[in-house]
């Protein structure tokens, strides 16, 4: 299978694209590098089956071409981390709506599965 990772460059995300490759998947991720970092996936770059994509999941256009061309979508990108969104609710809340928006919406108009995870404000301890 040919599957898309929304914040393919952040850590949960990268390790996630060093799995679905090994597992002999193709693998296109997209990330802002808002949080996530290129070195998380620089690994795979040399990689036939791993192409990364340097764009915002507010990019409609950019979004809707990804999901056409992948069987799939795995969706973890996100505006994260407390300070981020306590310092920028607002775009936070934007980028995860719209974003989240954006992925959905691509998905349901090429007939295309997607998942959509939550990660670490889910599980963390914030004491």
Not at 20 to 36: C, F, K, P, Y
Not at 48 to 72: A, K, P
Not at 95 to 113: I, P, S, Y
């Amino acid at each position: 299978m040919k599957i898309l990772v929304t914040g393919g460059a952040g850590f949960i995300g990268s390790h996630l694209a060093d799995r679905l490759i090994r597992e002999g998947h193709s693998l296109v991720a997209v990330d802002d590098l808002s949080t996530g970092k290129a070195q998380n996936v620089s690994a795979l770059g040399s990689n036939d089956n791993f192409t990364f994509v340097q764009g915002s999941i507010l990019d409609q256009e950019l979004i809707y071409e990804l999901v056409n061309e992948t069987d799939g979508c795995i969706h973890l990108g996100a505006a994260l981390g407390v300070k981020r969104i306590l310092d920028f609710p607002y775009t936070s809340f934007i980028a995860n709506t719209q974003g989240t928006e954006n992925v959905v919406l691509a998905a349901a108009k090429f007939k295309k599965r997607v998942f959509i995870a939550s990660t670490s404000e889910t599980y963390r301890d914030w004491e």
